[in-house]
């Protein structure tokens, strides 16, 4: 599944405004032109999904092959997705990464003081709509043998935990009780009728913690709209989109 976030909010063309740009990756300060003869630029998101303050040109971001600079792989088929290459402030380095050499080279992985084993494979629906917007890989996740109940793991969020409530009485209740914790948890608010993902908020596990700094456990609940949690709040709308796309898919079948 090949999935280009690409929403006329994230192309800028008003002309004026946007001659003096020039693409932070070949340097250029040109770029494709519409039809309507403004140019295209596109903002440059980091490894979170941020904007940059950067922009990136048509070129580089759509017309050059995807090839795992790891191991010079293609993408022969669109279900493959090869993943953005980011480097270690989290800035894409025009590279891409196939599945395959990500997981391998993410092979093992530090939880705490418990050494992780990532397998290829995996993950719910909600984790894929989670890494589709992240656009990083599901994945398994072992300790020693023991399968972990977390499908993904990003370069800054750790690894993540997906939890999913349905709205009841103005609030969603997130169950977090892993033997395990995940290092940060993404969790998804739907409304009522499950239909849309309303609320997104993405919390450090380090962040949950009570008065006497031990982990709390348990169930979260969150109140719609509520300030305590505003600052955990992202934009649901990329990972609403998702959803729809996933669902809809499943409807025809
Ligand atoms: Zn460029
Ligand atoms: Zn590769």
Redesign the pocket.
């Known amino acids: 599944m090949t999935i280009e976030l690409v929403g006329d909010d994230e192309i800028r063309h008003k002309k004026g405004v946007y001659d003096s740009v020039r693409?932070?990756?070949?340097?250029?300060d040109d770029?494709k032109i519409q039809s309507n003869g403004y140019p295209i630029w596109i903002e440059d998101k980091n490894a979170k999904g941020d904007f940059t303050g950067y922009y990136?040109?048509y070129?580089?971001?759509y017309d050059k092959d995807k090839i795992c600079h790891k191991c010079g792989t293609g993408q022969i088929i669109k279900s493959i997705r090869m993943i953005k290459y980011y480097d270690s402030d989290g800035l894409w380095t025009?590279e891409y990464i196939c599945p395959s050499c990500h997981n391998k080279y993410n092979r093992s992985y530090r939880n705490r003081n418990i050494v992780l084993t990532i397998k290829e494979g995996g993950g719910s629906v909600m984790d894929v709509v989670i890494a589709t917007v992240l656009e990083i890989q599901t994945c398994s996740i072992y300790a020693g043998d023991k399968r972990l109940p977390f499908g993904m793991i990003h370069w800054d969020y750790g690894i993540i935990g997906t939890k999913t409530s349905q709205l009841k009485d103005n609030k969603f209740y997130f169950n977090i009780n892993e033997y395990i914790c995940a290092d940060t948890y993404f969790c998804l608010g739907l409304d009522e009728r499950m239909d849309n993902i309303d609320f997104v908020y993405i919390i450090p596990t380090d962040e949950r913690t009570n008065s006497t700094g031990r982990l709390k456990e348990g169930r979260l609940s969150i109140t719609k709209n509520s300030n305590k949690y505003k600052r955990f709040e992202a934009d649901s709308e990329p990972y609403n989109d998702i959803y729809h796309v996933i669902v809809e898919k499943e409807d025809i079948r």
């Open positions: 693409c932070r990756l070949c340097g250029s770029t990136i040109c070129g580089c971001q025009g």
